[in-house]
């Protein structure tokens, strides 16, 4: 079955500290690559996608990630956090192939708490 | 402003009450996604309509309804509600079934006792 797994489930980090939160699939066809912040009471808020072409994709807010396909991974990437970053982040994968619903599947999230 | 629009925001209901949660898109998007979120789960696919009178189930579709009837709206029926409907709930949309993203509406807490 297709699925996400995000590495971390909780991390802890101080303000200005790099930050990588890990991001692998499972499926082997072409794929629409997502990561979608929550602050906390809030909806899903779009930082970055990846849909073909430079594996190195810049969204908002600094935040980068890259698309290694022989590791079926999308890593989420920042120079620096802020505390303003604490928020739950998930990794969400959309299989592009002939029974293509549309779907997003998503991992468990990552709570990013950033101490002042 | 381009937007996905639930209501109610919050909702305590008992077991067996029916319920509709409402959504409605304002960007003519043809794609349409009920999503429920659990700890430790991430969010799950309920239902998903690709245009008007074209509704699908999605992972998780046991328990709900939805209809198509007009582009803008894509309401979730709950037709005998359970605890274990207990959730978070976000309605999406997108464009088209293309290489597009996915906005979200702001979620609706429904709490079943």
């Known amino acids: 079955a297709q699925s996400v797994s995000q590495h971390n489930h909780h991390v802890i980090l101080s303000e200005a500290a790099s930050l990588e939160l890990g991001c692998n699939y499972s499926y082997g066809g072409t794929v629409n690559l997502f990561w979608y912040v929550q602050y906390p009471g809030q909806h899903l808020q779009l930082l970055l996608k990846y849909f073909s072409g430079d594996p190195l994709v810049k969204g908002i807010k600094g935040f980068e990630a890259e698309f290694i396909k022989s590791k079926f991974s999308f890593n989420l990437r920042k120079p620096s956090v802020q505390w303003s970053d604490t928020a739950e982040y998930f990794c969400?994968?959309?299989?592009?192939?002939?029974?293509?619903?549309?779907?997003?599947?998503f991992g468990q999230g990552t709570t990013l708490q950033v101490k002042p | 402003e381009a937007q996905v629009t639930q209501n109610p925001r919050y909702l305590i209901t008992v077991t067996g009450k029916k319920l509709t949660v409402t959504c409605s898109q304002n960007m003519n998007h043809e794609y349409m996604s009920w999503y429920r979120q659990d700890p430790g789960l991430g969010l799950r696919q309920i239902y998903y309509?690709?245009?008007?009178?074209?509704?699908d189930k999605g992972d998780v579709p046991e328990g709900y309804k939805v209809s198509r009837k007009e582009k803008r709206n894509f309401p979730l029926i709950l037709e005998s509600p359970s605890p274990n409907q207990t959730s978070l709930y976000f309605c999406?949309?997108?464009?088209?079934?293309?290489?597009?993203?996915?906005?979200f509406g702001q979620g609706t807490r429904l709490t079943v006792v």
């Open positions: 999406a949309s997108r464009l088209s079934l293309g290489n597009t993203e996915a906005f």
């Open positions: 309509s690709m245009n008007v009178e074209v509704t």
């Open positions: 969400a994968v959309r299989p592009i192939g002939s029974s293509n619903t549309g779907k997003l599947i």
